[in-house]
């Protein structure tokens, strides 16, 4: 059985670059134009049902402007956090009297490090002793703190991320920490600039460490380099999130 394709737009109608709310199967749906392709994608984030519309295009990708999840723009798979499920993604034809959408297409319904394209295989195993952790090598590599006692790492897991309800270290935000008798500075990211909840972690992250005996300053220094990607989870988090 043929799907049927519905006309959405004329050919002239959206220039390089713009873009144009139709409705698709009666879903919601942005018909966009990147160069010379076009691309119909379900325009709700599966995040939290913000509406895509305005999200900025960039490099195949769609960014919701409420949090700041990514989705490629042909398949619908989510790229980065907090989404961890796919949009839809439609079928697009260009005919002689306008631009045609079509059915689903199947979308990624979650996705996995592999998905995610990173190739930083630094999973953040700070609770698991089977893996290296991303704090621990980079703290050992730096020589600045003894990770066995863990008072810090243990510290950092009270701030939790109030999007994803993960601490911050099995959510692998944790970078470099570095320490003196009475001074902390934690090397952190976020898991994307736009996380509405940063000020809030930063903060947290600030208190429980100066509440560590003996510290009388922490300094958190945020960073979006290199950016956070989800392979930097622990296996306990990705549990948590439902992700495999
Ligand atoms: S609603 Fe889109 S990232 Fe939260």
Redesign the pocket.
Known sequence: MTATMELVAAIDELPVGARKSIFVDDLPALLIRVADEYFAIEDV??????P?TDGPVQAGQIT??????RFDLRTGKPMCM??TSGIAVFAVECREDGIYAGPKAAAETSFSAAAVGSTTAATATVSNPSAASAVAREAQANGDVDLDDGAIIDALRQVIDP?LMINIVDLGLVYAVNHGEKKIQIDMTLT?PACPAGPQIVQQAKMVLEKLPGIEEAQIKLTMTPPWTPDRMTDEARDQLGIF
């Open positions: 984030c599966s995040h939290d049902g913000q895509l919701c402007p409420r949090h700041g999840a907090p989404a999007e994307s």
